[in-house]
């Protein structure tokens, strides 16, 4: 009897092993399964978001690239509209210098001697001018102002000199700034060219 039941423990014992051990195995087996579902899972997830990483990188990279092509032209033409200042500012100076004396004396002459009705017109120069100018205007226009030309002081001229209209219709500038501001155009694009060529 004592065997007997010795052998039943043994029985219980050997089939309570054997059970635990095939659900160990099973377990692990599982565990293995769930394991490479988490790896394969978390490698999907890396995957993503390494590729949503670089998407972010790229669009701030095209977003950096283009804030630095705006830059680059907002400078280059801030730096174009400096020049041309500049440059506006040195012809009106340089037309200034030019348009005193002699040389404001020839101008006019020559704008006047191109008028066929001068005794419509006046020419119209500022108080220093016309202190300094008056006799020697008077002597090379004489036979202008004999058909009805004037000349005249007037405080609407800084420089240069404008040709009018008696009855004040119209009037012809050729002040510095205006001057420098008809020939500006046609210099721009030479200037440009120069200044611009590399950078293009």
Known sequence: ?????????????????????????????????????????????????????????DVRDQSARA???QAGRDVQLSLKKAIQAQLDNL???????AFEG???????????????DSANFEVQVNEKDFKKLADTLQSDLSQKIKKGLEIKAVPQVSNGFRIA?????????FSAEETAAL????????IA????????
């Open 91 to 97: 012809l009106v100076e340089k037309l200034e210098k």
């Open 67 to 69: 804030s630095l092509q």
């Open 1 to 57: 009897m004592a065997q007997q039941i010795q052998d039943l423990v043994a029985s219980i014992r050997k089939d309570g092993i054997e059970v635990a051990q095939k659900e160990a195995a099973q377990i692990i087996a599982d565990a293995k399964v769930q394991a490479d579902e988490i790896i394969v899972q978390a490698r999907k997830s890396a995957s993503q978001l390494i590729e949503e990483a670089q998407k972010e990188m």
């Open 183 to 190: 020939m500006a155009p046609f210099l721009s694009p030479a």
């Open 165 to 173: 209209d008696k009855d004040g219709s119209g009037f012809y500038d």
């Open 102 to 116: 002699k040389d404001l004396i020839s101008l006019i002459t020559s704008v006047v001697g191109n008028i066929s």
């Open 193 to 200: 060219e120069i200044v611009f060529a590399k950078a293009k």
